[in-house]
């Protein structure tokens, strides 16, 4: 019974303390709403840039993730129509409908196109891109009907795939009358065929070769992969004139350099730092 009055003695404590008038309960509710709005947690933004890999072990192929990629582009490094070119591929991708999935830059080494790629993988968003590195050796194994079911997981998981491919000369390059490439046809797969369609690829992929129209490897790309509606952009990443070099070498040395030819990036880079070094 004492226990019966105590329990009793509570609950109309409890009622009491609850039957606050409603002029009161209007200022704290004022209150309550401003103590939330400043500790507010802001939904987190998904990262961007997570790189993966294709690795072969025992004969398997698997991904695995190499982290993140952060990447600051400076434009002044480059011509204006490369920048240009650039950052409409950045833009087209990541469209639910790209026009052509497939991008090349194309142009010596040490033009900067690394860089570049680089830039276009730290700006998309994890939560909607699975960005896989593939190894020059590996690109003709991405067909692999082995290999699909692994694919298939990141599109379970809501995710476009986009293969980057560096070095990608051997998948690019025109194809002779007697003999099929494998790069090329596990390129062109992925492009716009069933199971690019399925796994909604797009590709990214540079090569060391110049495809420009006044380059004597122009007419060596593979018109199969240059078709308009698969290629949406090749862009040539190709030495920079005199007068850019000047001002890339000046700004980095902080001094008024003048050249007298073209150089390419690493180059530039490379002289800045030795006169830095003096």
Do not use: W
């Amino acid at each position: 019974y004492q226990s019966f009055k105590i329990e009793a003695f509570i609950f109309s404590s409890e009622y009491e303390a609850l039957n606050i008038k409603n002029e009161h309960l209007g200022s704290f509710q004022h209150e309550i709403e401003d103590f939330h709005a400043k500790n507010a947690i802001e939904p987190k933004e998904a990262p961007k840039g997570e790189l993966q890999m294709i690795i072969q072990s025992h004969g398997q192929l698997s991904i695995r993730s190499i982290g993140i990629v952060e990447s600051n582009l400076v434009e002044s490094n480059y011509e204006k129509s490369v920048i240009e070119d650039h950052m409409k591929v950045v833009n087209e991708f990541q469209k639910v409908e790209p026009y052509g999935r497939l991008a090349v830059y194309d142009g010596p080494a040490g033009t900067g196109k690394t860089n570049l790629i680089e830039h276009f993988i730290s700006s998309l968003s994890s939560s909607r891109f699975s960005i896989i590195q593939v190894p020059p050796a590996l690109i003709g194994s991405l067909a692999n009907p082995e290999f699909i079911p692994t694919l298939l997981s990141e599109v379970r998981n809501k995710k476009s795939i986009v293969f980057v491919l560096e070095d990608a000369d051997d998948a690019l390059v025109k194809r002779s009358d007697d003999k099929k490439s494998g790069p090329l046809s596990a390129l062109l797969n992925f492009c716009d065929g069933t199971i690019g369609k399925k796994l909604d690829t797009r590709i990214v992929a540079t090569t060391n070769l110049s495809f420009g129209e006044k380059s004597e490897f122009s007419h060596k790309i593979d018109p199969a992969a240059d078709r308009p509606g698969r290629m949406f952009k090749r862009i040539h990443v190709g030495p920079l004139n005199k007068y850019d070099a000047s001002k890339v070498i000046s700004r980095i040395s902080r001094q008024d350099i003048y050249v007298e030819e073209s150089m390419t990036l690493a180059e530039c880079y490379q002289k800045a730092y030795s006169i830095l070094q003096k």
